[in-house]
């Protein structure tokens, strides 16, 4: 039988590639499956030859926070997309508003790209100081940072936008329409979701609304509540951001 021919025999392994099978192990069968030892063999290599470019179990899920945000700063790269679809901003809005929807949006297809990943883009960052998160993530929020300062708000104005702008697309994501399916084989619609579990003299009103919130659309839900959000927004002293990309 020919030899396995994997990134070690050909003397390519690295952090991006390292990553990169990370994500797809993920993506594939769930967080709870990554490990050092199975990444490893889906590598084709020696778990202690993965110790090179990650230091442990911790150290990966920050890896998983890096390559996510180094997704979405691709897709802004090569995305010249400013609006569309449901929740377009009007033509009069100013660039920093088009700007911040643009980012939304590339947020927002990395996470349906990878939606295993989302928890921990959304909690690990917290566990860590700011100067030691992952570079991709820094590079994003400089960006934005960067934004609604050259729109001309002051400091204190610039961290309540942005915020606001990082809680609400986090929150309406976090919100999966997947997670009210109690039995995805059942064709009837109220056991589908699992509500004959729930008491109707206790819970009238969740079994009211769940319905509605399995047809939850979260970007669009997210970039409506969005525009609300942000005309809320005292116009800026200046509107000189004409459009970029983050680094």
């Known amino acids: 039988m020919a030899e396995r021919d994997t990134p070690a025999r050909r003397g390519h392994l690295s952090r991006p590639l390292v990553l990169t099978a990370a994500v797809a192990l993920v993506d594939r069968e769930g967080l709870a499956r990554l490990t050092m030892r199975r990444l490893a063999t889906d590598l084709g290599v020696e778990p202690m030859a993965i110790y090179?470019?990650?230091?442990?179990?911790?150290?990966?899920?920050?890896?998983?926070?890096?390559?996510?945000?180094?997704?979405?700063?691709?897709?802004?790269?090569?995305?010249?997309?400013?609006?569309?679809?449901?929740?377009?901003?009007?033509?009069?809005?100013?660039?920093?508003?088009?700007?911040?929807?643009?980012?939304?949006?590339?947020?927002?297809?990395?996470?349906?790209?990878?939606?295993?990943?989302?928890?921990?883009?959304?909690?690990?960052?917290?566990?860590?100081?700011?100067?030691?998160r992952p570079a991709p993530l820094l590079k994003l929020t400089e960006h934005i940072l960067d934004v609604l300062g050259r729109a001309g708000f002051d400091d204190a104005t610039t961290l309540t936008i942005y915020r606001a702008f990082a809680a609400w697309i986090l929150g309406c994501l976090l919100v999966d329409e997947r997670r009210t399916v109690d039995n995805p084989e059942e064709p009837d619609l109220m056991l589908r979701l699992g509500l004959h579990r729930m008491p109707a003299a206790e819970y009238p009103r969740l079994r009211a609304l769940v319905p509605r919130l399995a047809e939850y659309d979260d970007e669009r839900e997210m970039i409506a509540g969005l525009d609300r959000l942000l005309s809320r927004v005292p116009e800026a002293p200046l509107d000189s951001f004409y459009g970029s990309s983050a680094g």
């Open 52 to 132: 090179r470019y990650t230091a442990g179990k911790e150290a990966l899920l920050d890896g998983l926070v890096e390559a996510f945000f180094a997704e979405v700063n691709d897709r802004l790269r090569t995305s010249a997309e400013q609006t569309s679809g449901d929740g377009e901003i009007p033509s009069s809005a100013p660039p920093w508003r088009a700007e911040l929807h643009r980012i939304a949006r590339a947020f927002a297809a990395t996470v349906h790209a990878h939606p295993e990943i989302l928890p921990v883009v959304a909690m690990r960052p917290l566990s860590v100081p700011v100067a030691r």
